[in-house]
């Protein structure tokens, strides 16, 4: 039984039209045309080429891709495997990943159910009448695939996910999260804004993740090390054992990246930079270890791995040292096709999942290659200016806080004065000062559930935070009277 698949662009343009050899592959679309239909056959599903021969193989009710390469590609790949082997045990990478960076691996093939899934509306089947939870999903559903091939329009663009690995300097890992994971620094710059970047965990610990892990002496050549030293902010003030959200020396970095980023759009832009930087010795006792954080980028590019590298080499590199070279280096690189659903069974197209980036600023960022506003040097130099200004506003608004708050007795700062919590206070012993020790803890419980679960999610102005310190603040009162009970029962 044969399937529409809607037009050649959702296929490589090596698809052969024919099992032999020698047949004429099919044309590709135009990038604006009109696409013909092509009827593709369950039968021809094999004759799908992306790279090599790929054979569908089925084991049970699993299946799986093979790709058979001639016997002298076969040949020629050996050093490349061996090379990927010795990559993936030195970094304790996946060997499929370790075949990626060293550019081993042929492009991925594209799962016949994503082909068809472009083809399928998610809404068919319900009635327009129909708004269950499930109906609401599959028109959103449905939305989103057209405006996503609407965009489309025929093209062959695929969804790729790169991982980006930063390298920085820093006396311990709260200062290399500040200095790489934690998103005002080194990180990828798309063309436009809006398309986020997620930092990837690099800790197997359950309870707890880390966003940044140390790299092993081993793996740090004595020149990329004297690189990062060189790199690392050469502050008047020490990094703190405790550092203040908006401290001094957070400022100082801002400032320092920001002249870094104009210093690469210098060099973007083929001119010298002509504030290079003569770094000074570290002070005396200073002791750095090389960090590590992997930033994962999503964004557009062709069928081909060739050119989803060029994209991925390009965010890399708007992440760059004191000296404006960049710093970035693409570690993983693959597609993302979609997935089959686990309780339905059926197809999910990338752009009716949630966790896929906007689709309208991923298609931006691509249709905006090779506009002058989305040069490289036009790209560092834009996001200087940004750090700079959101930093100060976001630092204006927090002295602007700070000013208005006040201390309590036991050292914390709210908008609320102590003489308000204390009233607050004196409220909830009078309400509930008859009940059991139990009794209390249960309603200071029920208070801490309004303060962070119902007061807590609607903060818009200065009173909504004082009705939640409130709250907070019988909870504590609360919880301070049944133990003062129990207490007091404990000595009779």
């Known amino acids: 039984m044969p399937w529409r698949v809607r037009s050649l662009s959702h296929l490589s343009p090596r698809i052969g039209a024919e099992q032999d050899a020698h047949a004429t592959p099919l044309p590709a679309p135009a990038h604006a045309g009109a696409a013909p239909s092509v009827k593709v056959h369950r039968t021809r599903v094999d004759d799908i080429l992306l790279s090599g021969v790929t054979r569908r193989a089925r084991r049970g009710s699993t299946a799986r891709d093979e790709t058979v390469m001639p016997r002298g590609d076969n040949q020629a790949s050996n050093s490349r495997k061996r090379a990927a082997r010795t990559l993936a045990t030195s970094e304790g990478i996946p060997y499929t990943a370790a075949l990626r960076r060293l550019g081993g691996q042929p492009t991925p093939p594209i799962p016949v159910e994503a082909l068809a899934a472009a083809d399928v509306d998610p809404a068919a089947g319900y009635a327009a009448d129909d708004w269950s939870y499930q109906a609401r999903s599959a028109r959103q559903a449905a939305n989103a695939l057209r405006y996503w091939e609407q965009r489309r329009a025929g093209r062959p663009v695929r969804l790729w996910q790169a991982e980006i690995e930063v390298r920085c300097a820093a006396t311990g890992e709260d200062e290399a999260w500040w200095r790489i994971a934690l998103g005002y620094m080194r990180y990828p710059l798309h063309r436009v804004a809006g398309v986020q970047t997620h930092t990837v965990s690099l800790s197997d610990d359950a309870d707890q993740t880390h966003d940044v892990a140390p790299v092993p002496d081993t793996d740090v050549d004595p020149a990329e090390r004297r690189r990062l030293e060189a790199d690392y902010p050469r502050r008047p003030m020490p990094w703190p054992v405790r550092p203040a959200p908006y401290g001094p020396e957070k400022s100082f970095d801002i400032t320092d990246y920001a002249a870094a980023l104009r210093r690469g759009a210098a060099r973007a832009a083929g001119r010298t930079p002509t504030d290079l930087p003569d770094p000074a010795p570290l002070p005396a006792g200073t002791r750095l270890g090389i960090w590590r954080a992997v930033h994962q980028a999503e964004f557009l590019a062709g069928h081909d791995i060739a050119d989803a590298r060029r994209r991925a080499a390009e965010l890399a590199a708007t992440i760059v040292d004191t000296d404006g070279r960049p710093l970035g280096r693409v570690v993983d690189l693959k597609p993302d096709d979609g997935f089959r659903s686990a309780t339905s069974g059926e197809w999910i197209h990338p752009a009716c999942w949630p966790s896929t980036d906007p689709a309208q600023e991923l298609w931006d960022d691509h249709d905006a290659a090779g506009q002058p506003a989305a040069s490289l040097a036009r790209i560092l130099a834009d996001e200087a200016d940004r750090l700079a200004r959101s930093w100060a506003q976001s630092e204006a608004e927090h002295h602007a806080l700070e000013a208005r708050l006040h201390t309590q007795p036991d050292g914390t700062r709210t908008l609320s004065a102590p003489a ?56 504590k009162t609360l919880r301070q009277l049944a133990d003062e009970r129990d207490a007091r029962a404990g000595r009779h």
């Open 420 to 475: 308000e919590l204390e009233r607050a206070a004196l409220a909830a012993r009078f309400r509930h000062g008859g009940k059991t020790p139990a009794e209390l803890r249960a309603e200071a419980d029920h208070y801490d559930y309004m303060a962070d679960r119902v007061y807590g999610k609607a903060v818009h102005d200065d009173d909504d935070i004082k009705r939640v310190e409130e709250a907070a603040a019988m909870a």
